[in-house]
């Protein structure tokens, strides 16, 4: 990253960045409602497609003014990402204090450079089954892993980030977000076109499972190309001596095992006692018992795996020695807290940012003008399904949620795109692959925010800021490069007509 003199440094921080970025959202909030600049939103509402007006809403009026006053704490303890930073950190802590990370994964500092990248993308890759958590565990649980094998932790997480979110819509375990999806894909489908419709989980396999080997060979080629050349191999991290001990580490590694065979025995679903009790037990698909909105499973997997981890931790470092009383242990707890002060301030200002920007309906005004914009447009085959991803790239930089952008493209995209002879699970892919570009590119997305702070977090270089703009620049070429190979493996499937999973095809 280039140097910047103190007056840039103080124009382009990432905190000021969000700060102009709220700035500007209430601007545009007070100029479009003066202008009254609205957009018909599609729902369905009782199995009947129905219109509703949304306009933008003025936050410099009295009700805006009382929102931002009232609502500072409240938008604050509601932003769920924060939360599960803070339970993720505790465990990953713990097990760096204690050393057991070093003997873990001391083996791998003999491995050549490139299989710890590809080791990083494929485990990136993979980990997507759990959604959007994943980012909670894995950015920080790479940065200690690539500060244990003495490389540069800036490089590991942002391999980590581009990973995670360029490939969101691979996979070769089936996870909540496809099923959740595809309930909605289901539903559009039905409603207005066939109403004898079912949407299957492995409706999209066979493409998800190609994507998934093709991104993370194409994901490795990209990032030694053009990322690697851009940042030291090897940073400064600060040396600790750690107390290696194979009695401890088989220990642990029980323990571990031990945790984890339990915490399988209760997601099972079968009729022993005290199995499945973290299931959603009123769900009839098993994913969705697993990863349901109400599953207890997905709502206390971080700290299921916090759990895990701080088990590892305190007995591998009161084994070893390397954690001597219960007040070392206490400070272990808050090991990886060290450094990210610049979290808690970026988040801060992240959530007034996300909570404004849903107060005042701009994210959803614009999605459905480009929606009803795509609607109009007489394209068929390939001009609609690039049409499409140009549409869902857009919208993503204002909503990066997945799940609230398909709420309000699929009601109006799925009839679509069945008229044009398109199946609706294909249909679901090209949004999923949309979607994760368009996140990666989106400057507010959450998790992009919590990467900044962590790249702040390891950065020991006084003259290199770490900036939202600079980093983008760093990862350009990459999510340019691999955009440009999603939109031709979608355009090139299409043109094929292989089926995309199992009896399913992408022409109806």
Same mark, same amino acid.
């Given at each position: 990253?280039?140097?910047?003199? %103190?007056?840039?440094?103080?124009? @382009?921080?990432?905190?000021?960045?969000?700060?102009?970025?709220?700035?500007?959202?209430?601007?545009?909030?007070?100029?479009?409602? @003066?202008i009254g600049f609205q957009g018909y939103q599609t729902i369905i509402s009782n199995g009947v497609l129905t219109d509703t007006v949304v306009k933008v809403k003025n936050i410099a009026s009295v009700s805006g003014i009382r929102f931002i006053a009232g609502d500072v704490v409240t938008n604050l303890k509601n932003f769920e990402p924060l939360a599960l930073l803070i339970i993720s950190l505790i465990g990953i802590g713990i097990v760096e204090k204690s050393g057991f990370f070093n003997i873990l994964f001391k083996p791998l500092r003999r491995v050549k450079f490139g299989i710890i990248i590809y080791f990083t993308i494929f485990l990136s890759l993979l980990s997507t089954v759990f959604g959007e958590y994943s980012y909670v565990f894995l950015i920080p649980f790479i940065g200690v892993l690539y500060k244990v094998l003495d490389r540069n932790p800036l490089l590991g997480i942002i391999i980590s980030y581009l990973s995670l979110t360029l490939g969101f819509a691979t996979g070769i375990v089936l996870n909540y977000n496809d099923y959740s999806l595809g309930l909605l894909t289901q539903t559009a489908a039905r409603?207005?076109?066939?109403?004898d419709f079912i949407y299957t989980l492995t409706s999209a396999l066979y493409i998800k499972l190609v994507a998934f080997i093709g991104i993370s060979f194409l994901l490795y080629a990209t990032i030694t190309r053009f990322l690697l050349p851009k940042f030291p191999l090897k940073a400064k991290v600060e040396e600790i001596e750690y107390h290696d001990s194979k009695k401890a580490f088989l220990c642990a590694l029980f323990s571990g095992f031990v945790a984890i065979l339990f915490v399988v025995y209760m997601i099972l679903d079968i009729h022993l006692p005290g199995a499945g009790i973290l299931l959603d037990k009123n769900e009839t698909f098993y994913i969705a018992?697993?990863?349901?909105?109400?599953?207890?499973?997905?709502?206390?997997?971080?700290?299921?795996?916090?759990?895990?981890?701080?088990?590892?931790?305190?007995?591998?470092?009161?084994?070893?020695?390397?954690? %001597?009383?219960?007040?070392?242990?206490?400070?272990g707890l808050s090991k990886d807290f060290e450094n990210v002060g610049l979290l808690f301030v970026l988040f801060f200002f992240t959530a007034e940012l996300f909570a404004i920007l849903e107060w005042t309906n701009i994210g959803v005004v614009v999605a459905s003008n480009l929606i009803s914009f795509l609607s109009k447009l007489q394209f068929s085959g390939i001009l609609l399904i690039l049409a499409m991803f140009v549409v869902i790239v857009l919208m993503s930089i204002l909503i990066p949620s997945t799940q609230a952008k398909w709420q309000i493209a699929s009601p109006v995209i799925v009839p679509l795109f069945m008229r044009a002879n398109i199946a609706p699970n294909f249909t679901q892919f090209v949004f999923q692959v949309a979607d994760s570009v368009g996140k990666v590119f989106s400057p507010i997305f959450v998790y992009f925010i919590m990467m900044i702070a962590f790249l702040q977090k390891y950065n020991t270089d006084e003259r290199k800021q770490i900036t939202i703009g600079g980093v983008l620049k760093i990862m350009l070429p990459t999510i340019l490069l691999i955009s440009l190979c999603w939109i031709l493996f979608i355009c090139l499937w299409f043109l094929i007509g292989f089926p995309i999973g199992t009896g399913t095809y992408i022409a109806l």
């Open positions: 990253m280039r140097k910047m003199n %103190k007056k840039d440094k103080n124009l @382009r921080g990432p905190v000021s960045t969000l700060i102009g970025f709220t700035v500007l959202l209430c601007i545009l909030s007070f100029i479009l409602n @003066r409603v207005d076109v066939d109403p018992k697993l990863f349901g909105e109400h599953a207890p499973f997905k709502e206390g997997i971080v700290i299921i795996i916090s759990t895990i981890l701080m088990i590892c931790g305190f007995i591998y470092g009161k084994v070893s020695g390397n954690i %001597k009383n219960s007040s070392e242990y206490s400070l």
